[in-house]
């Protein structure tokens, strides 16, 4: 799974980055704790080009009488999202990525539970698999999200048996195509792409969480 997460570049440098044609979060600051049902940055491809847009992590089904669901949804599991309600919608025609520079995992030992960082080893970024959803029954839309889940490689797996989804450089257009209509088949496409990206990732324990600063990112003495 993934419940917090990092994204400590500036506005600038992930418009460069994923070649953002279209800025619509111009108020992004760096954030070094970001927990669900907050405002993180979504890219999403359209024939107007790519847009960097703010979205509510937590997604929102378009049917839901309330913006905020019986239980978040800031995860997918991608063995079942083309056959959920929940997500069908999504997966066919709203795809998005979810840019990281690490995220944080709870391992469990002996009764203890100790944050991790994982974040790739050459501290470029994580590209998360994505859907988004808009909800329109308040006073006004809101873009809500979450981040596609999997079984996790190796090189985490003994950390937790879950991770997101994170696609290399070369998956980002087929993902994000407006023109494919996404089924299982496709998410299964992700999935194996991601095996990539967690060949060389780094992993190690940090101090609990408090606050949202560069030191969360520091290694446990």
Same mark, same amino acid.
């Not at 070094?32 to 049902?37: C, R, S």
């Not at 407006?178 to 194996?192: I, R, S």
């Given at each position: 799974?993934?419940?917090?997460?990092?994204?400590?570049?500036?506005?600038?440098?992930?418009?460069?980055q994923?070649?953002?044609?279209?800025?619509r979060?111009?108020?992004?600051?760096?954030?070094?704790?970001?927990?669900?049902?907050?405002?993180i940055?979504l890219?999403?491809?359209?024939?107007?080009? %790519?847009?960097?847009?703010?979205?509510?992590?937590?997604?929102?089904?378009?049917?839901?009488?309330?913006?905020?669901?019986?239980?978040?949804?800031?995860?997918?599991?991608?063995?079942?999202?083309?056959s959920?309600?929940?997500? %069908?919608?999504?997966v066919a @025609?709203?795809?998005?990525?979810?840019?990281?520079?690490?995220?944080?995992?709870?391992?469990?030992?002996?009764?203890?539970?100790?944050?991790?960082?994982? %974040?790739?080893?050459?501290?470029?970024?994580?590209?998360?698999?994505?859907?988004?959803?808009?909800?329109?029954?308040?006073?006004?839309?809101?873009?809500?999200?979450?981040?596609?889940?999997?079984?996790?490689?190796?090189?985490?797996?003994?950390?937790?048996? @879950?991770?997101?989804?994170?696609?290399? %450089?070369d998956?980002?257009s087929?993902?994000?195509?407006?023109?494919?209509?996404?089924?299982?088949?496709?998410?299964?496409?992700a999935?194996?792409?991601?095996?990539?990206?967690?060949h060389?990732?780094?992993?190690?324990?940090?101090?609990?969480?408090?606050g949202?600063?560069?030191?969360?990112?520091?290694?446990?003495?």
């Amino acid at each position: 799974m993934c419940g917090r997460f990092v994204l400590d570049q500036e506005l600038d440098d992930l418009i460069a980055q994923f070649l953002v044609d279209h800025n619509r979060f111009p108020e992004w600051v760096p954030r070094w704790n970001i927990a669900p049902t907050t405002a993180i940055p979504l890219l999403i491809d359209s024939s107007e080009g %790519r847009s960097l847009g703010p979205a509510r992590w937590s997604l929102t089904p378009p049917w839901s009488e309330s913006l905020d669901t019986p239980y978040p949804i800031f995860n997918a599991r991608s063995e079942t999202a083309a056959s959920k309600a929940s997500f %069908r919608q999504s997966v066919a @025609r709203y795809r998005a990525l979810i840019p990281a520079t690490a995220y944080y995992e709870w391992h469990t030992s002996e009764g203890v539970k100790t944050p991790h960082v994982i %974040r790739p080893a050459d501290h470029s970024l994580f590209a998360f698999a994505g859907f988004y959803s808009v909800w329109t029954k308040g006073e006004s839309p809101v873009v809500t999200a979450t981040i596609l889940t999997t079984d996790a490689a190796d090189s985490v797996a003994w950390i937790h048996p @879950r991770s997101p989804v994170a696609l290399p %450089r070369d998956s980002w257009s087929w993902w994000l195509d407006p023109a494919t209509t996404g089924n299982q088949g496709l998410v299964d496409e992700a999935v194996q792409a991601s095996h990539t990206v967690f060949h060389d990732v780094e992993a190690y324990p940090v101090a609990p969480l408090r606050g949202d600063g560069p030191e969360l990112l520091s290694p446990l003495s």
